[in-house]
């Protein structure tokens, strides 16, 4: 643990030291004045919250220079990098009257006047203008407006639909983590593995940036309630762009299912991805887990195993869905659908009844038995059952530096795993591999599932508005887990009663962009706000 703080704190100390020259970071834009005042109205009418409806108002008195910028064109936000310790801020806006009216306004309600502009250029105590095509560029020095024109501004808004608009340059976050390593590098202490672990971590992502041409979030307010977009195109010939166009469509059958009260579901489509990829990512983890503290860390050899059988799913069409049993037990089921699960199955048999596992479970409080076969739908299901070694947990902690604990301590814990972890089932079919965690029925549902649901029904799917199928679609009912948590006295708000329409993710392609979308309901937002009121 000592060695990763170290590694983070040298991290975040180094990120003001950053000196890549002349590159934009990134592009924070409203739609258009207008677009802003039309939302907010309908915020407060979607969310029944009446302040938002007087927002427009409010800003137009508050914001100097408000009623003089046109209404219908992008407000943006420029973060420019400027080497040696220059970040640089620049605002766009197109003023309704000429730019000296504009400004002149804004420094009268200062007590100043505007100079004369030189070379189109307005300098003066507070700041510096410049007027390129019908935008105003807004600086608060002249070095920010310097590297915004050598730099350039976006012709043209983020086609990602929102009120809010960001784009981000990846070419230059690629830059900044590879300054931010090379000045870890220099000033880190002369541990192998620490500056091991840095070059590992810091390469994963800059690879991994380095094959994003562009990215873009937007969000905004529709009468189904507040929604996310993001839009991402991959470099052209990368590994990267491999993936995006391998990415399948979702069994919609497996899409209708999330439409039942579930704590949540995600449900996936198949994709390719390179064995070294994976195995890449497998390594950046097992070296962070150098970082774990000695009397709570794993054999890196036992880990690696298994992961083997996990990386022969990665790619294959996923499902899951979650609830919360009739006795109050968290249940969950899943599946898989791969080749030869039979084998899979038993290499994952094989390593839980192993030596080397069961001492990491015995060593680390847990104890978990030897898997148990029964039928379900002339099927052979295997159960493993979990439960808490409390002498031996209570061992861990005291030698992590809890000297004192004692069973209270176990208390919290005993609840979440009575609750989520009191055992898990897997089988193997023609169709792949199902899995259950909790409740035992999950199971027989799980399997059925692998070989498709019984519906097509295209209500979520209609809320979700994607031009083309899904490769990817997730609910998750916020209401519910608040519901969840209350048992654990963790609820941010008094709970809400029944369950909510539930978040929507979603993921498709197009072309070679990958979209996706979050969708908060505004029922969701109404019923938690109303909760949190009457808790004031």
Same mark, same amino acid.
């Given at each position: 643990?000592?060695?990763?703080?170290?590694?983070?704190?040298?991290?975040?100390?180094?990120?003001?030291?950053?000196?890549?020259?002349?590159?934009?970071?990134?592009?924070?834009?409203?739609?258009?004045?207008?677009?802003?005042?039309?939302?907010?109205?309908?915020?407060?009418?979607?969310?029944?919250?009446?302040?938002?409806?007087?927002?427009?108002?409010?800003?137009?008195?508050?914001?100097?220079?408000?009623?003089?910028?046109?209404?219908?064109?992008?407000?943006?936000?420029?973060?420019?990098?400027?080497?040696?310790?220059?970040?640089?801020?620049?605002?766009?806006?197109?003023?309704?009257?000429?730019?000296?009216?504009?400004?002149?306004?804004?420094?009268?309600?200062?007590?100043?006047?505007?100079?004369?502009?030189?070379?189109?250029?307005?300098?003066?105590?507070?700041?510096?203008?410049?007027?390129?095509?019908?935008?105003?560029?807004?600086?608060?020095?002249?070095?920010?407006?310097?590297?915004?024109?050598?730099?350039?501004?976006?012709?043209?808004?983020?086609?990602?639909?929102?009120?809010?608009?960001?784009?981000?340059?990846?070419?230059?976050?690629?830059?900044?983590?590879?300054?931010?390593?090379?000045?870890?590098?220099?000033?880190?202490?002369?541990?192998?593995?620490?500056?091991?672990?840095?070059?590992?971590?810091?390469?994963?992502?800059?690879?991994?940036?380095?094959?994003?041409?562009?990215?873009?979030?937007?969000?905004?307010?529709?009468?189904?309630?507040?929604?996310?977009?993001?839009?991402?195109?991959?470099?052209?010939?990368?590994?990267?762009? $491999?993936? +995006?166009?391998?990415? #399948?469509? *979702?069994?919609?059958?497996? /899409?209708?299912?999330? =439409? !039942?009260?579930? &704590?949540?579901?995600?449900?996936?489509?198949?994709?390719?991805?390179?064995?070294?990829?994976?195995?890449?990512?497998?390594?950046?983890?097992?070296?962070?887990?150098?970082?774990?503290?000695?009397?709570?860390?794993?054999?890196?050899?036992?880990?690696?195993?298994?992961?083997?059988?996990?990386?022969?799913?990665?790619?294959?069409?996923?499902?899951?869905?979650?609830?919360?049993?009739?006795?109050?037990?968290?249940?969950?089921?899943?599946?898989?659908?791969?080749?030869?699960?039979?084998?899979?199955?038993?290499?994952?048999?094989?390593?839980?009844?192993?030596?080397?596992?069961?001492?990491?479970?015995?060593?680390?409080?847990?104890?978990?038995?030897?898997?148990? $076969?029964? +039928?379900?739908?002339? #099927?052979? *299901?295997?159960?493993?059952? /979990?439960?808490?070694? =409390? !002498?031996?947990? &209570?061992?861990?902690?005291?030698?992590?530096?809890?000297?004192?604990?004692?069973?209270?301590?176990?208390?919290?814990?005993?609840?979440?795993?009575?609750?989520?972890?009191?055992?898990?089932?897997?089988?193997?079919?023609?169709?792949?591999?199902?899995?259950?965690?909790?409740?035992?029925?999950?199971?027989?549902?799980?399997?059925?599932?692998?070989?498709?649901?019984?519906?097509?029904?295209?209500?979520?799917?209609?809320?979700?508005?994607?031009?083309?199928?899904?490769?990817?679609?997730?609910?998750?009912?916020?209401?519910?887990?608040?519901?969840?948590?209350?048992?654990?006295?963790?609820?941010?708000?008094?709970?809400?009663?029944?369950?909510?329409?539930?978040?929507?993710?979603?993921?498709?392609?197009?072309?070679?962009?990958?979209?996706?979308?979050?969708?908060?309901?505004?029922?969701?937002?109404?019923?938690?706000?109303?909760?949190?009121?009457?808790?004031?």
């Amino acid at each position: 643990m000592k060695r990763y703080l170290v590694v983070v704190a040298l991290s975040v100390g180094l990120l003001g030291q950053v000196a890549v020259a002349g590159t934009r970071l990134a592009s924070v834009y409203v739609e258009s004045i207008s677009a802003l005042q039309t939302q907010l109205l309908q915020a407060a009418q979607v969310f029944e919250a009446p302040e938002l409806g007087s927002a427009p108002m409010i800003m137009s008195m508050m914001i100097p220079g408000f009623a003089q910028i046109d209404k219908n064109a992008p407000v943006g936000i420029h973060v420019y990098a400027g080497g040696e310790d220059k970040v640089g801020v620049v605002i766009s806006l197109t003023p309704s009257v000429a730019p000296e009216v504009f400004l002149g306004g804004l420094l009268a309600m200062q007590g100043a006047t505007l100079p004369d502009a030189v070379d189109g250029r307005y300098v003066t105590p507070k700041g510096v203008a410049q007027m390129q095509g019908e935008q105003l560029l807004i600086g608060r020095k002249v070095q920010d407006l310097d590297l915004a024109l050598q730099t350039g501004i976006p012709a043209v808004l983020p086609v990602v639909p929102g009120l809010i608009r960001l784009d981000v340059a990846p070419a230059t976050l690629v830059e900044i983590l590879g300054e931010l390593e090379a000045l870890a590098l220099e000033t880190m202490p002369a541990d192998a593995e620490q500056r091991e672990m840095l070059q590992k971590g810091m390469g994963f992502y800059r690879r991994g940036l380095a094959q994003v041409a562009s990215f873009q979030q937007g969000i905004g307010i529709t009468e189904q309630g507040l929604v996310c977009r993001s839009r991402m195109l991959p470099q052209p010939g990368r590994a990267l762009e $491999a993936i +995006v166009q391998s990415l #399948q469509p *979702v069994d919609a059958t497996w /899409v209708a299912q999330l =439409e !039942e009260d579930r &704590l949540f579901g995600a449900v996936a489509g198949a994709y390719s991805i390179r064995e070294d990829i994976l195995r890449s990512v497998l390594d950046m983890y097992l070296s962070w887990m150098q970082t774990v503290p000695e009397e709570f860390a794993m054999d890196p050899a036992l880990v690696r195993a298994m992961f083997e059988p996990s990386m022969a799913t990665v790619g294959a069409p996923t499902f899951w869905f979650a609830n919360m049993g009739d006795a109050g037990s968290f249940a969950m089921l899943g599946g898989v659908r791969v080749p030869d699960a039979e084998n899979l199955l038993q290499q994952m048999i094989a390593l839980s009844t192993g030596e080397t596992y069961q001492k990491q479970m015995a060593a680390s409080g847990m104890k978990v038995s030897d898997p148990v $076969a029964r +039928v379900v739908n002339d #099927q052979t *299901v295997y159960r493993w059952s /979990v439960e808490l070694d =409390e !002498e031996a947990f &209570l061992k861990q902690l005291r030698e992590a530096g809890a000297p004192d604990a004692d069973q209270a301590d176990l208390a919290p814990l005993k609840q979440v795993l009575d609750m989520f972890l009191s055992g898990y089932d897997y089988a193997a079919t023609s169709e792949g591999l199902a899995f259950g965690i909790g409740a035992e029925a999950g199971i027989a549902q799980a399997m059925q599932l692998l070989g498709g649901g019984k519906s097509t029904s295209r209500t979520l799917l209609e809320r979700i508005g994607a031009p083309v199928a899904p490769y990817m679609v997730a609910r998750f009912d916020l209401i519910a887990w608040m519901q969840v948590l209350e048992q654990f006295e963790a609820a941010p708000v008094p709970v809400v009663a029944g369950p909510g329409e539930g978040v929507l993710f979603a993921g498709w392609r197009v072309g070679a962009a990958v979209e996706q979308m979050m969708l908060i309901p505004a029922a969701d937002i109404r019923a938690l706000k109303a909760a949190a009121q009457a808790a004031q």
